[in-house]
Nanobody
């Protein structure tokens, strides 16, 4: 699986951004998809994830109520709608894929990674 993420940018606090990730391959629905982020000087963390069917989702506490993950299996894409952005959301965001059914939090479970897209939120 090859992943290509896009949609990052520079925005002011309170604004919204939508990240998208396009995947290659014909078995996209067999993969849990996740969005990770890594802020400067911090470890990479899982922000949101969605099961292959889209029926289950996970959100980090820091983004609950502000971010929404979704997927379109027909188009092999996963998106992250980010609202009410704050400077703490500044990071490089990565989409990742894990072949499996259960959503995993640890990045070691994700075998495929996109190249990362940078999000900068100014105060």
């Amino acid at each position: 699986v090859q992943l290509q993420a896009c949609g990052g940018g520079l925005v002011q606090a309170g604004a919204s951004l939508r990240l998208s990730c396009a995947a290659s391959g014909r078995t996209f629905s067999s993969y849990v998809m996740g969005w990770f982020r890594q802020a400067p000087g911090k470890e990479r963390e899982l922000v949101a994830a969605i099961s292959g069917s889209g029926g289950s989702t996970y959100y980090a506490d820091s983004v609950k109520g502000r971010f929404t993950i979704s997927r379109d299996n027909a188009k092999s894409t996963v998106s992250l709608q980010m609202n009410s952005l704050t400077p703490d959301d500044t990071a490089v965001y990565y989409c990742a894929a894990d072949y499996g059914v259960r959503i995993q939090v640890l990045e070691g479970h994700y075998n495929y990674w996109g190249q990362g897209t940078e999000v900068t939120v100014s105060s």
